[in-house]
């Protein structure tokens, strides 16, 4: 059944091509005439390119000139964000330059070690007496 409605379209689409044909042929005017031009000058150079153009070496080109262009898009993204660390990085260096931490825990004062200190090298005297040299 939708062949036989294909077919009746077709066939009417024919000869509603005749019909427009010799009408235009008897006044001797186009309908549409600037954009039949217009159609007419494109489906010729699709034509000619058809003919004359080698559809695998333009494809080969094309897809040669978008994995480059994909390779470059790549590496400008890479690129911006190491840049984007580095900045990070950059702000993070500066501010612990300028900012030292500073230890806040409490420690001995080193004249309270030498003391500790002191004391027990006194009492590593007292437990262990010295041995003279007995010849």
Do not use: C
Not at 8 to 19: R, S
Not at 47 to 64: K, M, N, Q, T
Not at 102 to 112: F, I, K, L, N, S
């Amino acid at each position: 059944m939708t062949h036989l409605i294909v077919i009746l379209a077709l066939f009417a689409l024919l000869i509603g091509l005749l019909v427009l044909t010799s009408y235009e042929s008897r006044r001797g005017k186009r309908f549409y005439a600037s954009d039949r031009a217009r159609f007419d000058s494109a489906v010729m150079r699709v034509e000619f390119v058809l003919a004359h153009v080698s559809l695998g070496a333009f494809l080969r080109d094309e897809i040669r000139h978008l994995a480059g262009r994909i390779g470059h898009d790549i590496v400008h993204i890479s690129l911006l964000v190491v840049r984007a660390v580095e900045r990070l990085l950059t702000r993070l260096i500066r501010r612990l330059r300028t900012h030292p931490e500073v230890d806040t825990a409490p420690r001995e004062t080193a004249r309270e070690f030498v003391k500790v200190l002191s004391e027990f090298k006194g009492n590593l005297k007292a437990t262990h007496p010295e041995i003279s040299d007995i010849q």
